[in-house]
């Protein structure tokens, strides 16, 4: 059974931090691209940041310079480091496996919201 599991998500103040965590299980990690993506209300959802497991990463401009994307392959986990939080960064995160080795099966997890407020 996969699983993706997320957590920290909550409420900060402008220019705040938060950090994501995604725990995965149920698949072979090394074969999937991981990344988390947003969708706030009435909005699509977005990419925010992506990772290989060789490492390189993908951010949408709008994060870009803010938000740090890591994976531990021991670990099975994936994180997204938020920094410098704006109100406009408020949305439900969702982290998502893609493989791109076998197949392109994806899994996405439940999501986290984040809150951006003073």
């Known amino acids: 059974q996969v699983q993706l599991v997320e957590s920290g998500g909550g409420l900060v103040q402008p220019g705040g931090s938060l950090r994501l965590s995604c725990a995965v299980s149920?698949?072979?990690?090394?074969?999937?691209?991981t990344s988390w993506y947003r969708q706030a209300p009435e909005s699509q959802r977005e990419l925010v940041a992506a990772?290989?497991?060789?490492?390189?990463?993908n951010y949408a401009d709008s994060v870009k310079g803010r938000f740090t994307i890591s994976r531990d392959n021991a670990k099975n986990t994936v994180s997204l480091q938020m920094n410098s939080l704006k109100p406009e960064d408020t949305a439900v995160y969702y982290c998502?496996?893609?493989?791109?080795?076998?197949?392109?099966?994806?899994?996405w997890g439940q999501g986290t919201q984040v809150i951006v407020s003073s």
């Open positions: 998502k496996c893609r493989n791109v080795v076998r197949g392109s099966n994806e899994y």
């Open positions: 990772i290989t497991d060789g490492g390189s990463t």
């Open positions: 149920g698949i072979i990690f090394s074969e999937y691209v």
